[in-house]
Structure formats: C-alpha cells, structure tokens
DNA sequence: ACGACGATAACACAGGTGTGCTAAAAAGAG
DNA sequence: CTCTTTTTAGCACACCTGTGTTATCGTCGT
C-alpha cells in the first residue's frame, strides 16, 4: 500500500494557505499556482486534491463557515461568572475581531463576501453566507433571551428586534475594526458594547 | 483644432463601467479589456485615458468616495418635517443601500474595502477608505448632536460614544441588507432604526 | 525483492492579461 | 482644401492562468 495521506486535513491545510493568500493578495490572486506556492507544494499536487480552483474556492469558504460556526459553538462553555450583562459581553467580544487571528479571519471572510455577492442565484459561494450570519445571530438571540430570562432586560422589548440590532452593531463594529483599526480600538468597542448592553438594561 | 471630449466625464464614464463589472464578476474581472467592453469602447480608447489598470481601479474607487461624500453633503436639504427623530431617521434612511441603485453602490464598495484591506500601509486605494467612513461617521455625529440640542436626547449620553454606535449600527444593517436582504428587509430596517433612535430619547 | 497503487511532479495547450508601440481617424483653424 | 493636434483603434510581446494528460516517485502488503 502507499504512503496515505489524511485527505480532509490535507485539503485544510491547502485551503489554510488560500486564505494567507486572499488576506495578501485579494482574490484575485488566489490561483492555483500561487496557493500551491504559499502551502508549499507543486500546482500538480494541489490539483490532486482540488481537480478545479471553483473546488478549492468553495472548499475555503466552507471551511472558514465551518470554523467560524465552531467557534461561536465552542464558547458556550465560557467562565459564567459576574453578572449576566459582564457575560454578555465576553460571549460578544469572542466573536468581534479584535487579535490579529481573528482579524486575518474577518477579512478574509469580508473578500469571500464580496466575491460571493457577484454570484446571481444560490449554488456557490453565495451557500456559505447564510449559515454564518445565521449563526452569529443565534448567538445573539439566545444572549437577549438570557438577559431576559434573567430580568437584566427592560420591560416591553421586542426579543427578535434587540436581537437583530445587537447582530447589526456587532458586525459594524467589526468591519469598522477592520477598515479603521486606529478609530475603532479594541477599548472602543468594549465600551460601545457595554453601552448598548446598558441601554437593555431596566 | 481637433475633437475635444471633456476627459473627466469621459472617465467618469469608464469608472461606471468598471463598477458595473465588479459587481458582476467581482474585482478580479474588471480588466482594462472587460471595462472596455462594458463602456462600449476599445482597450485603446479605455488606455488613452488611463495609462495603467491601477490607476484606474483608484480612480473608479474615489469616484464612488466622492458620489458618496455629495451624497450625503446633499442630503442636508432634507424635508424638515415632524419630529426630530423621524428627521433623523430620514437622514439614515438616506445613506442605507434600500434601492437597487445604493444597493448596486454598497456592493461595489464592499469589493473595494476587501481589495484595500490587502494592501499594507498607505498609498492606493486605503487611502479612500477613510473619508467615506469619515462622512458617515460626520453625519451621525451631527444627527446626535442635533438630537441633543433639541432635548429629545436623553441626559447622560456620551455623545460621541452615541454617534459611533449608530455608525456601526448603520453599517451593519447595511452588510445585512447586502448579505440577506431576505431576511433584512428594508421594512425591518426601518423598524430598528426607529427602535434604536426611540431609546436615545428621553 | 517486488509489484501495485496512492501521491506527486512535470509538461502542453489554449486563452486571457497588462502594457508599449504604431498607424489610422476625426475635427476644427488657417 | 490642408494642416495640425487630439483622439481612437490595432497589433505585438511576454507573462500568467486553468486544466488535461502523462510520467515519476514512495510506500507499503505480499
């Protein structure tokens, strides 16, 4: 038998390296070429992974979805102590993009959006956009519902609107720290965040 | 004396042009030859007006800086009608992609921002970035400035911090009405602007 | 040792790209 | 009409792209 490989982790490494190039060089300059470069292989081997760069593009996009999903999933078991506003706000602030990891995350994901945008009808990357903003809006439901359940909430508010609000807040703060990291500071959007949280309150 | 055409509308021409392709295929499709095809001219004629691609790219992405800027500089002829807020939410409403043309605008942007986020440092298309931001960021302030003077604000807001926050808000609506416009309807919109700007009042 | 087969590399081809250069066309002044 | 200058089209070159095909390499069960 031959030298066998790990097939998923293989494509997740190539599909690693897509996102190294996107963040650098845009798009545009993911080819097949430049992504077997950047993951250290030939093009020919990538190819045996990915048989086109539609493949390997949705593959990447996917991937970042599943990631991004995971992690919003994951921080279910974050430190439940302080009160449930000061928890709100570490379960926001695990998703918002403020270290350098998470900020390669989000801009990659802003280019994969703009790419996906261009794309008429479903059936490409277009697929992958739901799920995450589905997810990060989960999140923020089930956040206003606890402070509601928990009587942290001012009375006679609509649940489903605060949530849509709070997904909207968050998401522009992030693309504001991405765009203008020097305006929108880490601090900043701590004390935005507390703000608004503030304004639920009774 | 030969044929005069006036040069910066014939190059505001080609820049829509361009806009128009990256919409459609994203901004790894916008060639000085797909651009050219898209104004209806040669690549010749396109290179007669801009000698490379990167100079065009800059100058179809400070056009939409500058329609923007006008945009919002414009609105300040806005009907002065009924409450400070619904004022306020007319504004907002103004600067929000609710119509396919503003739709189509914040689309094209959006593949701007992800390709300026590519480049390290200064000097190409980031530097657009700013003012953009800037001038909405200008007309949130001074909406929450107006609110304040006209005591429909409540007491102890931090003005500033008040006015970011409805810019990320504003943003963030914008990417969802972009991303899902299923889901963010312009009639939801609506209704969580007002929500955000009624507890803002007193 | 060997052979079989998964994994990798290499090459070939047609097509698209940016851009430098050159020839043609158009249009008003004399 | 003719000349002069601006404007447009066209061509050529080297480069990069995706992808199909083919050959080589490495590793393991036998």
Redesign the pocket.
């Known amino acids: 038998?031959?030298?066998?490989?790990?097939?998923e982790a293989?494509r997740a490494e190539i599909a690693e390296a897509l996102w190294r190039v996107v963040r650098r060089d845009g798009i545009g300059?993911?080819?097949?070429?430049?992504?077997?470069a950047e993951a250290g292989?030939?093009?020919?081997?990538?190819?045996?992974?990915?048989?086109?760069?539609?493949?390997?593009l949705n593959f990447a996009m996917d991937l970042v979805s599943r990631r991004v999903r995971e992690r919003i999933g994951a921080i279910e078991a974050i430190e439940a102590t302080g009160t449930l506003t000061e928890i709100a706000l570490r379960y926001l602030e695990e998703v918002i993009p403020l270290d350098s990891e998470r900020e390669a995350e989000f801009e990659t994901w802003l280019s994969f959006i703009a790419q996906a945008l261009t794309e008429t009808g479903a059936g490409g990357l277009r697929d992958h956009l739901g799920p995450v903003q589905d997810g990060l809006l989960e999140l923020c439901q089930s956040l206003i519902t606890a402070l509601s359940d928990g009587n942290t909430l001012r009375a006679g508010l609509d649940l489903q609107l605060e949530a849509e609000r709070l997904h909207a807040l968050v998401d522009g703060l992030a693309l504001h720290v991405a765009v203008q990291p020097g305006r929108t500071t880490p601090a900043r959007v701590h004390q935005i965040l507390i703000a608004h949280l503030e304004t639920l309150q009774p």
């Open positions: 038998m031959p030298k066998i490989v790990d097939h293989r300059g993911a080819s097949v070429r430049t992504v077997a292989w030939s093009p020919g081997a990538v190819r045996y992974y990915f048989p086109d760069q539609e493949g390997l």
